[in-house]
């Protein structure tokens, strides 16, 4: 059974520091590019960050560029986000999703979702 | 970095109606285009990939068409399931922008 699990959610003041966490199982984790979507209570969906399989492409949403940093670990199946400088407009359910690229590009027919890791900031 | 603009941002219909979502890019992305669904609480779930593959196990009642720029998700007869918000994804490369999301109600 496929699964992606956060963790690491929470209150934080606004200016604090948080890292979120996703651990993977039941699919090749270090194959897939991994991203974390976010959604603040009540609104859409956000794309927040995206890691290639190699680790070798990063990329971020303007609104967290400077402030978020995704890596992962693929010896754990694990994804992170640390996440600094935090405001009150980045309180939202974070979801990991992990995305298949294959030589032709992007699958996301074989996208994968976690449940989310709710992140408040608030003082 | 291009935009996606969904419309409307919300409809109410009839059970049995057929229903049109719209979703623009302000630049072309080919067909790399996605139609995810999301009911109150629960995780998103991919419908449509490629604008117009429907993804396995998604009800036939559900298609989607366009390139380029515009791109349509239509249900063909609404069903009382299928209240939800329902947003279209550009994936031909980073950032990968939702569009604002369309609610659908029953009326």
């Known amino acids: 059974e496929v699964q992606l699990v956060e963790s690491g959610g929470g209150l934080v003041k606004p200016g604090g520091s948080l890292r979120i966490s996703c651990e993977g199982s039941?699919?090749?984790?270090?194959?897939?590019?991994m991203n974390w979507v976010r959604q603040a209570p009540g609104k859409g969906l956000e794309w927040v960050s995206s890691?290639?399989?190699?680790?070798?492409?990063?990329y971020y949403a303007d609104s967290v560029k400077g402030r978020f940093t995704i890596s992962r670990d693929d010896a754990k199946n694990s994804l992170y986000l640390q996440m600094n400088s935090l405001r009150a407009e980045d309180t939202a359910l974070y979801y990991c999703?992990?995305?298949?690229?294959?030589?032709?590009?992007?699958?996301?027919?074989?996208?994968?979702w976690g449940q989310g890791t709710l992140v408040t900031v608030s003082s | 970095d291009i935009q996606m603009t969904q419309s409307p941002s919300s409809l109410s219909a009839s059970v049995g109606d057929r229903v049109t979502i719209t979703c623009r890019a302000t630049?072309?992305?080919?067909?790399?285009l996605a139609w995810f669904q999301q009911k109150p609480g629960k995780v998103p779930k991919l419908l449509i990939y490629?604008?117009?593959t429907l993804q396995s196990g998604v009800p036939s009642r559900f298609s989607g068409s366009g390139s380029g720029t515009d791109f349509t998700l239509t249900i063909s007869s609404l069903q009382p399931e299928d209240v939800a918000t329902y947003y279209c994804?550009?994936?031909?490369?980073?950032?990968?922008?939702f569009g604002g999301g369309t609610k659908v109600e029953i009326k």
């Open positions: 630049q072309g992305i080919a067909n790399y």
């Open positions: 039941g699919f090749p984790f270090r194959t897939y590019t």
């Open positions: 994804q550009k994936y031909n490369g980073a950032p990968l922008t």
């Open positions: 490629a604008a117009s």
């Open positions: 999703v992990g995305r298949y690229y294959d030589t032709s590009g992007p699958s996301p027919n074989l996208d994968y």
């Open positions: 890691i290639s399989s190699s680790g070798t492409y990063i």
